[in-house]
C-alpha cells in the first residue's frame, strides 16, 4: 500500500515534471488578458508573498535585462511610493486569501493604478470581479509553490508585449529543452540527485550572480519547504563585501557543516567568474562541501526554467533522504490560522 509520504513526494514529483507544459498554459493566459501597456506602464510592481512572489521575482531578471519595462517586485502589504496612476501593478496570490496581497490591492486602487490579479481564485478573484479589475486564473488545488510554472508563466504573458520580439517561439524551445532535462534530472544517478547527496545533512547555501538571485532564493525556499529544513541563499558580488569576512573566520571544523551551491551561468562576466574562482578556493582550503551548479544555456530564459526545474528535484531527492513528505506545510497553515488573513483586513 502507498504510504501519505509516498503520495506526496509521488505528487511532487509529478507536478515538478509539469513545469513546462505549465509554463506554457500560464503564458499563453497572459497574453489573453493582457492589456496593451503605455509608456507610463513601463514601470511596473509585482505584489506576491512565498511561492507566488518567487514566480514575478523569478521573471524579474528576464524583464529589466531584455525588455524595456522595469519590474519591482514587493513583499509586504506596502506599495512603495510611486506606483499610483499610469503604472501596472500585478497582484499575485496563488490562493487569493493572502492578507499582504489583499492589503496591497486596496492600496494599488486607492493610488489609481492600472492593477491585474494572477490568482487560483478566492477573495482576490472576487474583489477583482466585482471592481472590474483583470484577472488571470490559473487551475486550483496546488501547492502555491508547485504553481510556479503558472504564475510565471502567466507573468511573462501579461508582459510580452515590452519585450522586443515576442517571447512565444522561445519559449516553447525553452518548455521542449526543459522537458528532456526533467527525465534526467528525475533519475536517481542523475544530476539533482548527486547534488542532494553532497549536500547531506549539511546546510546549504545557495549563491548566485544578482540577476539569477531569485533562483538561489526559488531553490532555497524549495529545501525548506520540501526537506522541511533551514538553508540559505546570497548574492554574488555583494557576498564578496561581507560574507567572505564570515568564512574566512570559520573553522575547518566548522566549515564541514556547510555545502555551497554556486549556480554558474555561461553567461557570466569575466569579474564575476574571478571572484567566484577566488570564493571557491578560500572555502575550498576551508573543507567547505562546493557544487557547481552550471545553468545549462547561455540564453537566460532556457537557464532559468532548467534552473527551477533542477532545483526542484534537489529539494525533492532531499526531502526522501530525509524520509519527510514534502507535500503539506503544516507550519505556514497553522501561521496562518493563528494571525488570521482576509478577514483581518479592514478597506
Ligand atoms: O508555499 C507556500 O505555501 C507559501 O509560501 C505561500 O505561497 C504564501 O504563504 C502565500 O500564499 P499565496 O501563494 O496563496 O498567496
Given at each position: 500500500?502507498?504510504?501519505a509520504?509516498?503520495?506526496?513526494?509521488?505528487?511532487?514529483?509529478?507536478?515538478?515534471?509539469?513545469?513546462?507544459?505549465?509554463?506554457?498554459?500560464?503564458?499563453?493566459?497572459g497574453?489573453?488578458?493582457?492589456?496593451?501597456?503605455?509608456?507610463?506602464?513601463?514601470r511596473?510592481?509585482?505584489?506576491?508573498?512565498?511561492?507566488?512572489?518567487?514566480?514575478?521575482?523569478?521573471a524579474?531578471?528576464?524583464?529589466?535585462?531584455?525588455?524595456?519595462?522595469?519590474?519591482?517586485v514587493?513583499?509586504?502589504?506596502?506599495?512603495?511610493?510611486?506606483?499610483?496612476a499610469?503604472?501596472e501593478?500585478?497582484?499575485?496570490?496563488?490562493s487569493?486569501?493572502?492578507?499582504?496581497t489583499?492589503a496591497?490591492?486596496?492600496?494599488?486602487?486607492?493610488?489609481g493604478?492600472?492593477?491585474?490579479?494572477?490568482?487560483?481564485?478566492?477573495?482576490l478573484l472576487?474583489?477583482?470581479?466585482?471592481?472590474?479589475?483583470?484577472?488571470?486564473?490559473?487551475?486550483?488545488?496546488?501547492?502555491?509553490?508547485?504553481?510556479?510554472?503558472?504564475?510565471?508563466?502567466?507573468?511573462?504573458?501579461?508582459?510580452?508585449?515590452?519585450?522586443?520580439?515576442?517571447l512565444?517561439?522561445?519559449l516553447?524551445?525553452?518548455?521542449?529543452?526543459?522537458?528532456?532535462?526533467?527525465?534526467?534530472?528525475?533519475?536517481?544517478?542523475?544530476?539533482?540527485?548527486?547534488?542532494?547527496?553532497?549536500?547531506?545533512?549539511?546546510f546549504?547555501?545557495?549563491y548566485?550572480?544578482?540577476?539569477?538571485?531569485?533562483?538561489?532564493?526559488?531553490?532555497k525556499?524549495?529545501?525548506?519547504?520540501?526537506?522541511?529544513?533551514?538553508?540559505?541563499?546570497d548574492e554574488?558580488?555583494?557576498?564578496?563585501h561581507?560574507?567572505i569576512?564570515?568564512?574566512?573566520?570559520?573553522?575547518?571544523?566548522?566549515?564541514?557543516?556547510?555545502?555551497v551551491?554556486?549556480?554558474?551561468?555561461p553567461?557570466?562576466?569575466?569579474?564575476?567568474?574571478t571572484?567566484?574562482?577566488?570564493?571557491?578556493?578560500?572555502?575550498?582550503?576551508?573543507?567547505?562541501?562546493?557544487?557547481?551548479?552550471?545553468?545549462?544555456?547561455?540564453?537566460?530564459?532556457?537557464?532559468?526554467?532548467?534552473?527551477?526545474?533542477?532545483?526542484d528535484?534537489?529539494?525533492?531527492?532531499?526531502?526522501?533522504r530525509r524520509?519527510?513528505?514534502?507535500?503539506p506545510?503544516?507550519?505556514?497553515?497553522?501561521?496562518?490560522a493563528?494571525?488570521?488573513?482576509?478577514?483581518?483586513?479592514?478597506?
Amino acid at each position: 500500500m502507498t504510504t501519505a509520504r509516498g503520495d506526496g513526494l509521488g505528487r511532487m514529483r509529478a507536478l515538478a515534471a509539469a513545469l513546462p507544459d505549465a509554463l506554457e498554459t500560464g503564458y499563453r493566459s497572459g497574453r489573453e488578458v493582457a492589456a496593451p501597456l503605455s509608456k507610463q506602464e513601463l514601470r511596473v510592481a509585482a505584489v506576491g508573498m512565498g511561492g507566488s512572489g518567487i514566480a514575478a521575482d523569478l521573471a524579474r531578471g528576464l524583464v529589466e535585462s531584455e525588455s524595456r519595462a522595469s519590474l519591482t517586485v514587493v513583499r509586504s502589504a506596502h506599495l512603495p511610493r510611486g506606483f499610483g496612476a499610469g503604472s501596472e501593478v500585478l497582484l499575485v496570490s496563488y490562493s487569493g486569501n493572502t492578507w499582504e496581497t489583499l492589503a496591497a490591492y486596496d492600496m494599488a486602487g486607492r493610488a489609481g493604478a492600472r492593477r491585474t490579479v494572477i490568482t487560483s481564485g478566492g477573495t482576490l478573484l472576487e474583489r477583482a470581479e466585482s471592481d472590474g479589475v483583470v484577472a488571470l486564473t490559473v487551475p486550483p488545488g496546488l501547492p502555491p509553490r508547485s504553481a510556479v510554472g503558472y504564475l510565471l508563466g502567466g507573468v511573462l504573458g501579461l508582459l510580452d508585449s515590452v519585450f522586443p520580439e515576442s517571447l512565444e517561439g522561445r519559449l516553447a524551445r525553452v518548455a521542449a529543452a526543459t522537458r528532456s532535462r526533467i527525465a534526467t534530472y528525475a533519475r536517481r544517478r542523475g544530476p539533482a540527485a548527486a547534488l542532494a547527496e553532497k549536500v547531506g545533512l549539511r546546510f546549504p547555501l545557495i549563491y548566485a550572480e544578482s540577476s539569477f538571485l531569485p533562483l538561489a532564493r526559488r531553490w532555497k525556499t524549495q529545501i525548506e519547504e520540501n526537506a522541511k529544513r533551514l538553508a540559505g541563499f546570497d548574492e554574488i558580488p555583494e557576498l564578496l563585501h561581507n560574507a567572505i569576512v564570515g568564512w574566512d573566520a570559520v573553522s575547518s571544523g566548522d566549515a564541514r557543516r556547510y555545502a555551497v551551491l554556486f549556480l554558474d551561468w555561461p553567461g557570466e562576466s569575466p569579474m564575476v567568474r574571478t571572484s567566484i574562482a577566488y570564493l571557491e578556493r578560500l572555502l575550498k582550503g576551508k573543507g567547505v562541501v562546493l557544487g557547481r551548479v552550471e545553468l545549462p544555456s547561455d540564453d537566460r530564459l532556457e537557464a532559468l526554467v532548467s534552473g527551477i526545474a533542477l532545483g526542484d528535484h534537489v529539494s525533492l531527492f532531499l526531502a526522501e533522504r530525509r524520509g519527510v513528505d514534502p507535500y503539506p506545510v503544516d507550519a505556514i497553515t497553522r501561521l496562518k490560522a493563528a494571525v488570521g488573513g482576509t478577514d483581518r483586513i479592514h478597506r
